[in-house]
DNA sequence: TATTGTTATACTCTATAACTATA
DNA sequence: TATAGTTATAGAGTATAACAATA
């Protein structure tokens, strides 16, 4: 967490004179340690921010990575479907796929069946990197697991996933 | 979720003429779906959406919530603290707190201690609406209860408090 | 009429840097 | 020098609305 032990610490940070402070409270998260979606939150900007310093080299952020294996799991799929499955805003998605296309990872081609729809791709560049980026993103997974506990990651994965 | 079960979905949603589409692919995600971060970060939009729309009559956001329940909980702590405990930029929550006074429901007053610092307090119209919010905060937790069940409810928290 | 992809707008959040006043 | 609060700016993310092409 960024950093939720560190978070609840002393008010005063023990400067030279800590005794100038009248009250030297500790800081009470009061009815927010009872909120679930408190700690998720907080949880999630750390895991967020662990994904993209390991995947920085690629210069890949969580949205784009998940553009990349859905696409490559899903060849031909449509921008609806994609925005659909990843719960994004087609618009979003748009402006997405414009700088992975421009970074030449996807392409978007005419479809055969629907000429409102594209079919989505991974250009050859694009299966390399997202190649890459898959055993970065397990890296990040595994020092995750290492964090939480074996036992702890899989009950997680088992809850949130059937949520 | 909005929608994790949605979400792993028909490629081709059952429209007039399915057998269009030369591939009636079921959308896969791939590893995502041995990846916490994804569930963790869906998990998050969820809960925040229900949040805030339990809290509408309020209008007030998780952000905001969070705000006045640590002031109310550690009256008199300087901004760098509420801050660096809610894990917010500085900056930030120097907007938060303009809105939050021009509603009427906190005061920064002058550290007696450190001139460079302010006091934050509820006024009273704020701890009336923080007991408001409270109530209604209870309820998303209830509810979420209910969705997770109580003993996976009780594991997330304590996982996710530890993390 | 409805859907797909697109553009545009606005608001929030995040990340910085720089400034002031105080220490 | 360092810290607390502030202002400003730029980049993402989110939420809408509206449009053209197509169904």
């Given at each position: 967490m960024?950093d939720a032990?560190h978070a609840?610490?002393?008010a005063?940070?023990?400067?030279k ?7 030297a409270?500790i800081i009470?998260l009061?009815?927010?340690?009872e909120?679930?979606g408190y ?8 895991v967020f921010?662990d994904?993209?310093r ?11 990575f ?6 490559g ?9 994609l925005a659909?499955?990843l719960?994004i805003?087609r618009?979003r998605?748009?402006r997405?796929l ?10 978007r081609?005419p479809?055969s069946a629907?000429?409102?729809r594209h ?10 990197i ?11 997974e595994?020092a995750?697991?290492?964090k939480l506990?074996a036992?702890r ?5 088992e ?5």
């Amino acid at each position: 967490m960024p950093d939720a032990k560190h978070a609840i610490k002393r008010a005063v940070p023990l400067r030279k004179t800590p005794q100038k402070r009248t009250s030297a409270l500790i800081i009470d998260l009061g009815v927010l340690s009872e909120r679930l979606g408190y700690f998720i939150r907080r949880t999630q900007l750390w895991v967020f921010q662990d994904f993209i310093r390991r995947l920085s080299s690629l210069d890949l952020s969580p949205a784009e990575f998940s553009v990349l294996v859905v696409i490559g799991a899903n060849t031909g799929l449509s921008q609806s479907e994609l925005a659909t499955t990843l719960g994004i805003e087609r618009a979003r998605l748009v402006r997405l796929l414009h700088r992975l296309e421009k970074r030449g990872l996807t392409q978007r081609l005419p479809s055969s069946a629907d000429g409102r729809r594209h079919a989505l791709r991974l250009t050859a560049d694009g299966q390399k990197i997202l190649a890459r980026a898959k055993m970065l993103a397990a890296q990040h997974e595994a020092a995750l697991k290492e964090k939480l506990g074996a036992e702890r990651h899989r009950l997680l994965l088992e809850s949130l996933r059937a949520f």
